[in-house]
């Protein structure tokens, strides 16, 4: 199947779901890398469905026989519109959907609405969702790190040095306000960030399992670059810790 199949059939897509929602329909896009014209031989077909309120927000996702993969995520307006305006911790993973999308179908130019939510988007939000971040999982993460250090553990260090790689670049695509444009490209992306930790370059192929390393290197990786994480984060006013004792 060709990117103008796949196109082709995702209009289809969009028929048969005005034909049978109607007017509850109040936009469809197509997204993912079929949009963006980067799709292979083996990519999917993503479509958002914006509904009114009569519609329940549900999703559609199966492998038809001929070997294509759909996925048809159905989302109320004001749903869709409140996210557009929101960042939290999974933002650099979700953002590009609602920023990259071809519009197959809308009422009342929907999606310029969306596109003037994701602008309002405020630094302080950014330094919420990057606080957050550390504290919930890369501080978690670290101290589980060191836990498995003292205790000899190699395979679950290595595990949990891979997430914590993984959480750190969400958190470094929050600090630089970027968004992935899909999951698969984050290695080539997060490079090109203005604002990275030192040694990032060099560090980012150990805890990924890029580069061959014994447990000592992909140790002291984590370490460096929790370090980094902290002085960034100092340095652009993200508090994370809390001087009380909450409940």
């Known amino acids: 199947m060709t990117h103008g199949d796949r196109l082709a059939l995702a209009r289809e897509l969009a028929q048969r779901i005005l034909q049978k929602y109607g007017d509850a329909v109040l936009g469809i896009a197509l997204y993912g890398s079929v949009a963006r014209k980067a799709d292979t031989s083996h990519s999917d077909i993503e479509l958002r469905v914006i509904t009114d309120a009569s519609i329940a927000e ?23 519109l409140r996210r557009a305006a929101s960042v939290d911790i999974d933002w650099p993973i979700w953002a590009a959907q609602y920023r990259q999308q071809m519009v197959l179908f809308e009422r009342e130019d929907f999606f310029a609405q969306a596109r003037r939510a ?6 302080e939000d ?13 501080y978690e993460l670290v101290q589980k ?4 250090w003292e205790q000899r553990r190699e395979e679950s260090l290595r595990w949990f040095a891979g997430r914590f790689l993984w959480f750190s670049m969400l958190w470094l695509g929050l600090a630089n306000r970027k ?16 604002i990275l930790p030192k ?22 990786a984590v370490e460096d670059l929790w370090a980094e994480i902290q002085r960034l984060a100092e340095s652009q006013g993200v508090v994370w810790q809390s001087d009380e004792w909450l409940v």
Do not use: C, M
């Open 199 to 220: 040694n990032f370059e060099s560090q980012l192929p150990v805890l990924a399992g890029f580069k061959p390393s014994n447990v000592n290197e992909v140790y002291r």
């Open 179 to 194: 968004y992935f444009t899909t999951g698969g490209t984050v290695w080539d992306e997060v490079r090109r960030f203005s």
């Open 145 to 148: 790190i060191r836990g498995a």
């Open 126 to 138: 950014f330094r919420t969702a990057q606080a957050q971040l550390i504290a919930e999982d890369l």
């Open 58 to 80: 549900h999703d559609v996702e199966y492998v038809h026989a001929s070997g294509t993969k759909i996925e048809i995520n159905y989302e109320q307006a004001e749903h869709y």
């Open 118 to 123: 994701t602008e309002s988007l405020k630094d």
